[in-house]
């Protein structure tokens, strides 16, 4: 009998959420998604460390003499983002994502400028705007950012979703790809309610059953991606889903399990619900986030969480500058 994991590769598309390279070699998946979280482990493992040398030299040198080793750091992060995917993008038949910087979520012009950017780099490396998605915060600025960028042929990953208003706004800006984060809604449930949940009780599942259903019934291009697993049980409830993006973990765990996996998501089904639609501006969009307590928290802490976290990697990248520019022998 074929495998929960290959049975699941049979309905839904299974993406890569690591920025580990020797995972995504392991596991081979059609797409891979990464995150200044993501990014920041693999920049302090050994094996890449080339790669980010590279970066920081090319970085250094073109930030100029006078730069001081906070800049290049600074200068570097883009560029170290677009290694990894370009280094991803060797092993995958699909697509990668990488993050504008999340300190820019609520401004819509640096927002499409750092995107263009990105982009511009992959192009400058020979590969194609249509392997590369753009991440990006799901706040009303990022919306509008990703409903530009659309327009110039760049397509987008809403990141940090965690509301049906976030996801209609999504959609009607015609960006390529949501994200919603099924493990940080369940966290947020546990913790405000102080109980467990478990298969289709749980409370991202349902959010991303909601999701989908809409967006199929009303016939939205928009597709998908359920993300931010906290066990097997929740991705085996969204099979089905247009894609998933799985931590190497429970990838190995999903191809280790034998048993038939039931199709829970499915187009036809979601065509005949009854479903009402609720026409989305700035204004629906604020009053809809505000009366969600989980959503506004989220958000916001996904926000810091990503910006700590690379706030973290730049000063790491600073110490890395300094030790990449001391001459040989130098005394320590």
Known sequence: MASLLEQLRGMTTVVSDTGDINSIQQYKPQDSTTNPSLIATAAEKPEYRSIVDDVLKQAKKDAGANASDKDVAHFAFKSLAVAFGIKILEIIPGRVSTEVDARLSYDIDKS???????????????????RVLIKLASTWEGIRAAEILEKEGIHCNMTLLFGLHQAIASAEAKVTLISPFVGRILDWYKKDTGKDYQGADDPGVQSVTTIYNYYKHFGYKTVVMGASFRNTGEILELAGCDLL???????????????????????????????????????????????????TDKLKEGIEGFSKSLEELEKSLEKRVAEISEPAGAAR
């Open 245 to 295: 993006t799985i931590a190497p973990k429970f990838l190995g765990e999903l191809e280790a399990a034998q048993g038939t996996l039931v199709r829970k998501l499915d187009p036809a089904k979601a065509k005949a619900m009854k479903i009402e639609k609720i026409p989305m501006d700035r204004a629906t969009f604020d009053k809809m986030h505000a009366a969600d307590r989980m959503a």
């Open 112 to 130: 499409v400028a750092t995107a263009r950017d990105i982009i511009a780099q992959y192009e400058k490396a020979g590969i194609s705007r249509e």
